[in-house]
């Protein structure tokens, strides 16, 4: 049982170039989340998807874009990257329980991102 | 949105002390979990607890959500406790949690 699998785990880019972070899960959560993490700042919430077909900005959507492919995966994208997106970042997923509360937050291991 | 205020920030601890975390928030949540990052940068869940008193071996988590507060406690420390402690609140109808700054804490042999 992997849980939370990101993609890729180190990623280097110059200012203007485009990617493409990656997450599954295999615990057939309904919810995933994109968090970043800054030095001093904790985590901040990019986009989240609280189920499949679904998705809304967070604190810090600006710069990203994000897919719900399915219920097992959720991508974010950077179209034009910038230095000031150069940050650790983490996906995230929780199995939905009753109307609004999401149990425990399972974290991927991580996408440490520099741009140049 | 919510605040959510940890304290200390820092916390240098000697093998075998105790700890009390703080964990204040401003509005009323319907969710609370406490998370240890380990010095690997990985995040692990410790505790989901919007209210009342949990327990799992050397830790041990109360939430008094009427007062808007929880406390995480770490007996007998170790140094494999080090890392950073994060506390993160849910607010009703919100489906996204809110993260504090974080507790460092150095757990020395």
């Known amino acids: 049982n992997a849980g939370v699998t990101q993609t890729p785990k180190f990623q280097v880019l110059k200012t203007g170039q485009s990617m493409t972070l990656q997450c599954a899960q295999d615990?057939?959560?309904?919810?995933m989340y994109w968090y970043r993490q800054d030095p001093g700042m904790g985590l901040r919430l990019i986009y989240y998807s609280a189920s499949e077909g679904t998705t809304d900005k967070g604190e810090v959507p600006n710069g990203y874009n994000v897919s719900r492919l399915n219920k097992r995966e959720f991508s974010l994208r950077l179209e034009s990257a910038a230095p000031s997106q150069t940050s650790v970042y983490f996906c995230?997923?929780?199995?939905?329980?009753?109307?609004?509360?999401?149990?425990?937050?399972?974290f991927g291991s991580g996408t440490q991102l520099s741009v140049l | 949105g919510i605040q959510v205020e940890q304290s200390p920030p820092d916390l240098i601890l000697q093998e075998g002390a105790n700890s009390t975390l703080r964990c204040n928030f401003s509005?009323?949540?319907?969710?609370l979990q406490w998370f240890h990052q380990n010095p690997w940068g990985q995040l692990i869940n410790l505790f989901y607890?919007?209210?009342g008193t949990k327990q799992n071996g050397r830790l041990s988590a109360t939430t008094v959500a009427t007062e808007r507060y929880s406390l995480l406690y770490i007996s007998s420390s170790q140094t494999t406790d080090s890392g950073v402690y994060f506390c993160a609140v849910e607010v009703s109808n919100d489906y996204k949690l809110s993260f504090g700054a974080g507790t460092t804490v150095t757990v020395r042999a």
């Open positions: 615990m057939n959560h309904n919810s």
């Open positions: 509005d009323s949540v319907n969710n």
């Open positions: 995230a997923s929780s199995i939905l329980q009753g109307a609004w509360t999401n149990e425990k937050l399972f």
């Open positions: 607890i919007p209210s």
